[in-house]
T-cell receptor, first 111, second 112 residues
Framework: GENVEQHPSTLSVQEGDSAVIKCTYS??????FPWYKQELGKRPQLIID?????GEKKDQRIAVTLNKTAKHFSLHITETQPEDSAVYFC??????????FGAGTRLAVHP | EPEVTQTPSHQVTQMGQEVILRCVPI?????FYWYRQILGQKVEFLVS????????KSEIFDDQFSVERPDGSNFTLKIRSTKLEDSAMYFC??????????FGPGTRLLVL
């Protein structure tokens, strides 16, 4: 939390390709690492999260990997589909569990 | 599945007017938050609220902003004298202490 950087800011892939988004955080005390998907005009929706006691978590086509030593965690989407097109945010919590959002990655999946 | 609700969904106001944005958090949650998102930008933390008081606020949350939990269910954000730059989507979120924060659908505020 507190200082969060997210890359890339935009990502364009062909349907069926994989997409990877990386998030770097500064607070070494962080122990919870969520990824949110936001469609235009909608609320952020949690799509996957991981806690610091595991290094990877997978849910169908979506996975999150965590490197606590390097203080970064990544979102992996495999076999991308047009409906995956959205803005994705990492949001590790800071003090009082407030979420510190990254700048977002606009993913475009082209048919 | 329980949900966070917010009203109104849209609010248009004149600069200098007061607005109150309302939220009903998930009933057994104890931590409440307001965030805002200016169009095309990231979600920014405004304030957190626990045990009937503010636990943390950001630099954005100046004296023009206040929050209240007037009864056991509603959680409100008041902007006393709106400015053009307050135009944004405002999200309420609640947290039960274990899983993750749940966001409401947002109130789109437009200050003219």
């Amino acid at each position: 939390g507190e200082n969060v950087e997210q890359h890339p800011s935009t990502l364009s892939v062909q349907e069926g390709d994989s997409a990877v988004i990386k998030c770097t955080y500064s607070d070494s005390a962080s122990n919870y690492f969520p990824w949110y998907k936001q469609e235009l005009g909608k609320r952020p929706q949690l799509i996957i999260d991981i806690r610091s006691n595991v290094g990877e978590k997978k849910d169908q086509r979506i996975a999150v990997t965590l490197n606590k030593t390097a203080k970064h965690f990544s979102l992996h989407i495999t076999e991308t589909q047009p409906e995956d097109s959205a803005v994705y945010f990492c949001a590790p919590p800071g003090g009082y569990n407030k979420l510190i959002f990254g700048a977002g990655t606009r993913l475009a999946v082209h048919p | 599945e329980p949900e966070v609700t917010q009203t109104p969904s849209h609010q248009v106001t004149q600069m200098g007017q007061e607005v109150i944005l309302r939220c009903v958090p998930i009933s057994n949650h104890l931590y409440f938050y307001w965030y805002r998102q200016i169009l095309g930008q990231k979600v920014e933390f405004l304030v957190s609220f626990y045990n009937n008081e503010i636990s943390e606020k950001s630099e954005i949350f100046d004296d023009q902003f206040s929050v209240e939990r007037p009864d056991g269910s509603n959680f409100t954000l008041k902007i006393r004298s709106t400015k053009l730059e307050d135009s944004a989507m405002y999200f309420c979120a609640s947290y039960g202490g274990i899983e993750t924060q749940y966001f409401g659908p947002g109130t789109r505020l437009l200050v003219l």
